[in-house]
């Protein structure tokens, strides 16, 4: 359980577990309930770098997205609101053609990325982890903070292109 990858698990697992995220879900503080959301998306975040370091080209599309709608359902059941992979994929869907078309290109350069091993393989996993931390930030920011769609969309773009807040 030392890998960095397994203590994210044991985050995880100790939010639910020790009843954080049913804690944070009913608290009124909603530092609280970032604090617990940031949990969840590093966890994610973790988890989907390593995924996507994974050398064969387009098998850990559909784990990458399941990992992420879990995550934002995760993030709408701490808000307070019932949790849904339906509300998570529309959230998804809302955030714009332009995050789409991002999403495809990038895709586009992950597959190519992992024929060159290693160095490939890491860029794509680092992608693929930084595509999972734009979507958990602007989920947070619209689900718990109540930001508008349009200001998490540009939230979004901006940390998928690498640009400042």
Request: include cysteine; charge should be positive.
């Amino acid at each position: 359980m030392g890998h960095p990858v397994f203590q994210h698990f044991s985050v995880v697992r100790s939010l639910i577990s020790e009843g954080r995220l049913e804690a944070a879900r009913k608290s009124n503080n909603p530092e609280e309930k970032r604090e617990a959301a940031k949990s969840v998306v590093n966890a994610c975040v973790t988890l989907c770098t390593a995924v996507g370091a994974e050398p064969i080209p387009l098998a850990d599309f559909p784990i990458l997205t399941s990992l992420q709608v879990t995550m934002v359902a995760t993030i709408i059941y701490i808000s307070g609101r019932r949790m849904s992979r339906k509300i998570a994929m529309e959230f998804i869907a809302a955030l714009g053609a332009n995050v789409g078309t991002g999403l495809v290109l990038r895709e586009g350069a992950r597959f190519l990325l992992k024929f060159f091993p290693v160095w490939g393989n890491a860029i794509s996993g680092a992608i693929a982890g930084a595509g999972t931390y734009g979507i958990g930030r602007a989920a947070s920011l619209y689900f718990i903070d109540g930001t508008p769609m349009t200001e998490a969309r540009n939230l979004l773009r901006r940390e998928t292109a690498g640009l400042p807040e």
